[in-house]
């Protein structure tokens, strides 16, 4: 059986794999201190092109997002969100754990836009009662979002400077930020996204990475006591080497960029591959994640060879379902995907 059900169902790229083993008898400080982390730290702000930018690792997106919003928030203080935002919806009321309500407003599809937020801020403000409601502080986004969409520049900007007006932050969850950056249809650079926000951070448990996620605090700086937060959230880890060795190697040679490159040009295969069987797409996704619409009995026979997700039922008894390529799709996954197919 093939799988495209995510792009963290493999390890690690070899290059990752090779560092790992070629340093471990090396012996270094722990928590990030060590000179791994240094060098991918200093790796990190020269693609950004932010040399005061502070970089931290953590151990997961979960945690990653917890975390960052905690440590950007007060505790009468929320994170305004879409519907579909990661936080709102798949990871388990983790921010709303820490004391932080997560403040859903309409959105374009999977979404945010300035607008919204300025309508929703203008209402909010406009109430002569706001001061006994949850405080709206972060702005919560994906790139790419949920859906695989992808934000524009004009978007970016605009969102942000609609925070800037209400005074709000804006983070950006970065779980795929590669696969986002690499699409075919992004006029988005990681210089750009790190000057159009205040913190964000680049995934690498979905790209390429075994695990972790490095935090970037472009235009402000790091909350009071992180680093202590981070330990408070159980993300901190003590052989901070190992993900100082992958952030590393993943920002040596443009490796990260590259490895991203390859899961959008399997997703556009993949893609060509359901047109081809007259499979509808559900959404036009520019990214590694593909949706289609399968009746239930086309599920159920594809499901013995193929494994993939199903992401939510349709009112007509059909089915949406997610297709995802990574950094390790071959070819001749896609090959076997598509002889599946031919047997349906």
């Not at 970065?174 to 790190?194: E, H, I, N, W």
């Amino acid at each position: 059986m093939v799988s495209f059900e995510t792009d963290y169902n493999n390890g690690a790229v070899p290059e990752i794999l090779n560092r790992l083993v070629s340093t471990n008898d090396d012996k270094t400080t722990g928590y990030g201190f060590d000179e791994y982390c240094v060098s991918a730290k200093a790796r990190i702000r020269e693609a950004c092109g932010m040399p005061s930018a502070e970089v931290y690792f953590l151990i997961g997106g979960s945690q990653t997002n917890s975390t960052v919003i905690d440590a950007l928030t007060l505790g009468c203080e929320g994170a305004i969100a879409p519907k579909t935002g990661h936080i709102n919806v798949h990871e388990s009321g983790a921010v709303e754990a820490f004391g932080h309500k997560v403040l859903v407003i309409p959105s374009d599809g999977s979404k945010l836009t300035a607008s919204g937020i300025n309508e929703y801020m203008t209402a909010f403000l406009a109430d002569d009662t706001f001061e006994h409601m949850v405080q709206p502080k972060v702005v919560y986004l994906t790139f790419p979002t949920e859906y695989g969409a992808i934000y524009s520049r004009k978007e970016l900007e605009d969102i942000y400077s609609v925070c800037k007006k209400f005074d709000l932050t804006l983070y950006i969850d970065g779980a795929r930020l590669g696969y986002g950056l690499m699409s075919l249809k992004s006029d988005v650079d990681l210089p750009f996204l790190a000057s159009h926000c205040d913190a964000f951070y680049i995934g690498g448990t979905k790209v390429g990475a075994m695990f972790g996620e490095a935090v970037v605090f472009s235009n402000i700086l790091a909350p009071k006591h992180f680093f202590t937060t981070v330990k408070r959230h159980g993300a901190l880890l003590a052989k901070g080497r190992m993900l100082g060795i992958q952030f590393d190697t993943l920002f040596t040679d443009s490796l990260y960029f590259k490895i991203a490159r390859h899961a959008i040009e399997k997703a556009e295969t993949l893609k060509e591959i359901f047109k081809r069987h007259d499979i509808p797409m559900a959404f036009d996704s520019p990214t590694n994640q593909q949706f289609v619409i399968l009746t239930r009995t086309q599920r159920e026979r594809l499901q013995k060879d193929v494994a993939f997700e199903i992401w939510e039922p349709l009112p007509d008894d059909r089915l949406v379902c997610r297709f995802v390529t990574s950094w390790a799709t071959t070819d001749a996954e896609l090959h076997a995907l598509n002889e599946a197919l031919d047997r349906l």
